[in-house]
């Protein structure tokens, strides 16, 4: 059984930088993308970013690109979300998962998603 487990999160003022991890374990995933999500009480979970597994292409959210930056590291069976210049529109809760097909990220189909973890708060003070 695969287990995400992200951490990570906190409160920061705005502009500054936090970096999310998601560890799995279970199984490698080193043949599985990476995507992340965010959400808010009464809204729909959000698609932030992407990386897949062999070419690590990367996909993000028109409102993140620029600022957060998405990467993986197999060995230590780990993705990681670096968010920069934080902005209050930021606060939400952050999911970390795990998909076998990129074009799960790609397509917007976050019901077919075969792995989350529980998430951790982000909190960005304007």
């Known amino acids: 059984q695969v287990q995400l487990v992200e951490s990570g999160g906190g409160a920061v003022q705005a502009g500054e930088s936090l970096r999310l991890s998601c560890a799995a374990s279970?199984?490698?995933?080193?043949?599985?993308?990476w995507g992340w999500f965010r959400q808010t009480p009464g809204k729909e979970r959000e698609f932030v970013a992407a990386i897949s597994d062999r070419d690590s292409l990367t996909r993000y959210a028109d409102s993140v690109k620029g600022r957060f930056a998405v990467s993986r590291d197999n060995t230590k069976n780990t993705a990681y979300l670096q968010m920069n210049s934080l902005e209050s529109g930021d606060t939400a809760k952050y999911y970390c998962?795990?998909?076998?097909?990129?074009?799960?990220?790609?397509?917007?189909?976050?019901?077919?998603?075969?792995?989350w973890g529980k998430g951790t708060q982000v909190t960005v003070a304007s």
């Open positions: 998962s795990a998909d076998l097909n990129y074009l799960t990220y790609v397509r917007g189909d976050t019901y077919r998603v075969q792995y």
């Open positions: 279970g199984r490698p995933l080193n043949a599985y993308s």
